[in-house]
């Protein structure tokens, strides 16, 4: 026996294809358990971007000074006092209070 006449396959029993997933319309009770869970989605993310949105307000705003010593000795220094007193001597102020020690011994 030859190769080109070798015998055929069996023909499928049907021509029509074949279909794993019928597409439905979904019955009246699926469709509203999906509606009410869109709409529970679509509010959590309304929620979840107003609370983005009071987070970012907050902490734009300005805030209490926690150190009210630091506060205080900053608000006796106007920034020109502080620049004058800086290209005058290439150091901080004397009042100012250093963020390293020794930072005034700079010569």
């Known amino acids: 026996m030859k190769l080109h006449e070798s015998p055929k396959p069996a023909p499928p029993k049907s021509k029509r294809p074949v279909r794993f997933w019928t597409p439905t319309r979904p019955a009246a009770d699926q469709q509203a358990k999906f ?3 869109k709409a529970e989605i ?3 993310e309304q929620q979840e971007a ?4 009071i987070d970012e307000a907050e902490r734009r705003t300005a805030g209490e000074p926690v150190d009210h010593r630091q506060a205080e000795l900053e608000s006796r220094v106007t920034l020109t006092e502080a620049i004058m007193a800086k290209s005058r001597t290439g150091r901080r ?3 100012w209070p250093s963020s390293t020690p020794n930072s005034n011994a700079r010569g």
Request: aromatic letters at 8%; zero cysteines.
């Open 42 to 44: 679509q509010s959590l």
């Open 93 to 95: 102020l004397a009042h």
């Open 35 to 37: 509606d009410a869970l």
């Open 50 to 53: 107003r609370q983005a949105f």
